[in-house]
């Protein structure tokens, strides 16, 4: 199985950039088109944990739209064969010295490369 393939890591990259673009600006149909819309989809958040894609819609419907930039570091993104990715980052926001920890689990698809689990986490 070939481990970071240039370009499915090209693909998988501009995914997760694209995801993070929409995650800033609140574009929250992007943030829907970019998790796959299954009920075996899950996002362990911050203060959440959510079962399927309807229950992630509901939570990005209704979340605040103030405070969201940030400044990632140390992003691995690593692809596994042509269908399978894995996207880590840690993140900082403006006026807090927690560091903020995210992995996403992607899967290519037939409507393209989709989230299909995540989880984000705060260190103290």
Do not use: C, K
Not at 38 to 57: D, K
């Amino acid at each position: 199985m070939p481990i970071n393939d240039p370009a499915v890591l090209a693909e998988v990259t501009a995914a997760f950039e694209r995801y993070e673009i929409a995650l800033v600006t609140n574009d929250v149909a992007v943030l829907d088109e970019l998790f796959w819309n299954s009920p075996h989809t899950l996002r362990y958040g911050a203060t959440e944990n959510l079962y399927g894609y309807a229950q992630i819609q509901a939570f990005r419907a209704a979340r605040p739209a103030a405070g969201l930039a940030r400044t990632l570091g140390r992003t691995v993104i690593t692809t596994y064969g042509r269908d399978f990715a894995t996207a880590n980052t840690e993140f900082h926001r403006s006026g807090s010295d927690r560091v903020g920890r995210q992995s996403q689990t992607w899967l290519r698809t037939p409507e393209g490369w989709r989230v299909v689990a995540a989880h984000v986490s705060l260190l103290a």
